[in-house]
């Protein structure tokens, strides 16, 4: 079976058009979290995702703001003001539609499912080893798929010298699935790894491999409407160079 995983499209909608044709026919769909939050579009990117069929939809952080699950104050300054943003603009329905996602699951008993971390699910980035040792102990299933740092990599344990290694991923290199891995596609909307195209990655079921993808999308176009809306510059300049 072939899965999209996805993460982080933070209401770039431009952006998750490209993943969605870039990705083709696929018998699933993983997504882990942040529909909205810096981006123009956070009303589009609600209504595409919540039709797209066969869907798991994790709750990230800036979901849980627009619930109110989380207070707006635990955000940074520009983070802040794009969900200031977001709540004039957001249909009730689509906060409805975020109010009813999860902030954990396993999928087909052996992929877990969070936004962060297993550990902490809205708020922990795994960006280093350290972090993913410590989750490894949260989550009894051979893979764990995360989002939230926005960049695209991999994290094994090696079960004899317990010593995490964090494994660069390049794009369309398929990599072998063995027990014990934390896989993060990146950030479909905003990019930090100084790659802006557009990131995601297929897990293939029966080959186990997961083989991660960059797309190129219109960011011009996305960076007028984030000027359009008077949301904060940081936002718009960042997506140009993916950081
Ligand atoms: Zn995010």
């Not at 952080?61 to 977001?86: C, Q, V, W, Y």
């Not at 957001?90 to 087909?108: E, G």
Request: negative net charge; charged residues 25%.
């Amino acid at each position: 079976m072939r899965i999209l995983v996805m993460s982080d499209i933070h209401a770039n909608y431009t952006a998750l058009e490209a993943v969605l044709k870039d990705a083709g026919s696929v018998a699933q769909t993983l997504c882990l979290g942040d529909l909205v939050g810096y981006g123009p579009d956070p009303n589009a990117v609600v209504e595409e995702v919540r039709e797209i069929p066969n869907l798991t939809c994790m709750l990230g952080n800036h979901d849980a703001a627009m619930t109110r699950k989380l207070p707006f104050e635990t955000f940074n300054g520009d983070a802040r003001r794009s969900l200031i943003h977001h709540e004039k603009v957001i249909k009730p329905s689509n906060v409805d539609y975020l109010r009813t996602l999860p902030f954990q699951a396993t999928v087909h008993g052996d992929v877990t499912l969070a936004h962060g971390s297993p550990r902490d699910p809205l708020w922990e980035y795994i960006l280093n080893s350290f972090a993913a040792r410590l989750n490894f102990d949260h989550f009894s299933t051979p893979y764990c798929f995360v989002g939230h740092s926005h960049i695209q990599c991999m994290f094994g344990l090696d079960d004899r010298s317990d010593h995490v290694l964090l494994e660069q991923t390049l794009p369309d290199q398929p990599l072998i699935l063995r027990p014990k891995v934390i896989l993060n596609p990146g950030s479909v909307g905003q990019p930090r790894d100084r790659d802006p195209r557009a990131a995601y990655a297929i897990y293939d079921t029966e080959a186990r491999t997961w083989t991660p993808r960059r797309v190129e999308y219109n960011i011009a176009e996305v960076q007028e409407r984030i000027r359009e809306s008077g949301l904060p510059e940081k936002h718009a300049a960042r997506l140009a160079e993916g950081w």
